[in-house]
Nanobody, 126 residues
Framework: QLQVVESGGGLVQPGGSLRLSCITSGFTLDYYAVGWFRQAPGKEREGVSC????????NYADSVKGRFTISRDNAKNTVYLQMNSLKPEDTAIYYC???????????????????WGQGTQVTVSS
């Protein structure tokens, strides 16, 4: 059974850090690009970051560049999102998703991703 499971969310103060993990099972992660998306209340789901299947290419939304870092460990079937200097506007449910192919020009298109997790809540507040 194909599964994508996020973890690592929580409550953090502005300026703090969190590391999200995305663990997959039921398929060989080496063949998939993985993206992180987020959705805040009342807003559309937006792309945060993406990493190609072997990790050679990454993409970031302008709003998180320089603060977030995506990485992967295919041996552990895991993708990480290190989030530093968190801001209240980063508050959202964060989703991990896997795509059969990587595209630098369309990494943030939801339709590219076939497998999604249930999400993990990140709240940035003092």
């Amino acid at each position: 059974q194909l599964q994508v499971v996020e973890s690592g969310g929580g409550l953090v103060q502005p300026g703090g850090s969190l590391r999200l993990s995305c663990i997959t099972s039921g398929f060989t992660l080496d063949y998939y690009a993985v993206g992180w998306f987020r959705q805040a209340p009342g807003k559309e789901r937006e792309g945060v970051s993406c990493i190609s299947n072997r990790g050679g290419s990454t993409n970031y939304a302008d709003s998180v560049k320089g603060r977030f870092t995506i990485s992967r460990d295919n041996a552990k079937n895991t993708v990480y999102l290190q989030m530093n200097s968190l801001k209240p506007e980063d508050t959202a449910i964060y989703y991990c998703a896997a795509a059969r192919r990587y595209s630098s020009g369309s990494w943030d298109r939801i339709s590219m991703y076939g497998y999604w997790g249930q999400g993990t809540q990140v709240t940035v507040s003092s």
